[in-house]
């Protein structure tokens, strides 16, 4: 079942969206402040914020900021006051993924909610990979062992995607150095992969899966030996 999550101090408008919004499979909760919309964040049950930029106890681009921090593929629509551009366009700057502005029509909201339900779902559906003991929810960036979570690196799950996408197919030592290390650097040292893969294989216990093919590269193998 998908959860809305609204986020909008003002009562009236805050429980109009939420009887207008309720659907069959949908659940829609309220939050009037940012403290209580941060407690229901830490449950990951939501499938999109409708969020308002000028709340009570702070403001609503902060927390914009932190959902996209914690949970980057979960959409966010920000609800603004038709006359604050610069909120708009510093909550896309942000990471918002759209914006309508008051008054605004229910149908529009309506079309604007599903289209963003939509690319989260296939989203959710395309970057969610299981292998054997292994979850790996990209779109989230959480990892799973045996149903335990792993903390990775930036680096690291640059590294673990890319494997993963290429399954079965041997990397060379410079592809992967070139599109992990993306940030113009002039020189990246000759043993950081090798370090990375190291430190990958062991937070994973993947040395069954993580093949070092010498004198080549790196694979990640289709079929563990």
Known sequence: MEQLLIIEDNKELNQ???KALKAENRKVISC??????REQLLCQCSSLVLLDIHMPDGNGLDLLREIKEQ????PVILLTAND??????????QGADDYITKPFSLAVLRARINTQLR???KLQTEDMVHIDQFVFDFANLRFYVQNQPVELS?????LLRILIENRGN???RSTLVDRIWTDAAEYVDENALSVTI???RDKLGAQAYIKTVYGVGYMWVMEHE
Not at 154 to 158: F, L, V
């Open 16 to 18: 109009g969206l939420c």
């Open 32 to 37: 009037y402040n940012i403290k209580s919309a």
């Open 71 to 74: 949970y980057p593929a979960l």
């Open 84 to 93: 604050m551009d610069a909120d708009i366009v510093n909550g896309l700057e």
């Open 119 to 121: 690319k989260y779902q």
């Open 154 to 158: 930036k680096t690291e799950q640059k």
């Open 170 to 172: 041997v990397l060379r």
């Open 198 to 200: 190291k430190r990958l």
